[in-house]
Structures are given as structure tokens and as C-alpha cells.
């Protein structure tokens, strides 16, 4: 019988298994640290990011340098 209780949103992990999206209930006793373990896995994913911009940045710089190393 409803009784008008709230239900939902659920959290589901997601990930590829041989090319199907496979999803699996988390559950509401470990909604709090699956929502900081995602937090911290997208900061994660941002700085690793930043981290290969900067890679770039650099490998240009160098070689620019090594350029003009060659053409004095």
C-alpha cells in the first residue's frame, strides 16, 4: 500500500564490460562515501589534467629551444 513515502534518486556505478554499460547499485549506507570517493576521483581527474597541459607547455618551450639551439 502507498503511504506517500519519498523514495529516490538511487546512486548506481557505471563501467564498461566488454563494451555494455553495466550498472550497480550502491546503496544508501554508502551514499556519503561513494559521493567523496567521486569528488575526489574528478579532482583527481582535473589536476591529472592540468598536469599534462603543463606536459605540453613544456615540451613546446623545449622544443623551441632545441630549434634555436640548431640554427645558431
Aim: net charge positive.
Amino acid at each position: 500500500m502507498y503511504r506517500g513515502e519519498k523514495h529516490g534518486p538511487f546512486l548506481y556505478m557505471s563501467k564498461k564490460v566488454k563494451g555494455k554499460t553495466v550498472q550497480r547499485y550502491v546503496g544508501k549506507a554508502t551514499d556519503k562515501t561513494m559521493v567523496k570517493r567521486v569528488r575526489a576521483y574528478m579532482e583527481y581527474q582535473n589536476n591529472l589534467a592540468l598536469v599534462r597541459k603543463r606536459n605540453r607547455e613544456i615540451d613546446g618551450l623545449l622544443n623551441t629551444y632545441r630549434e634555436e639551439l640548431i640554427h645558431e
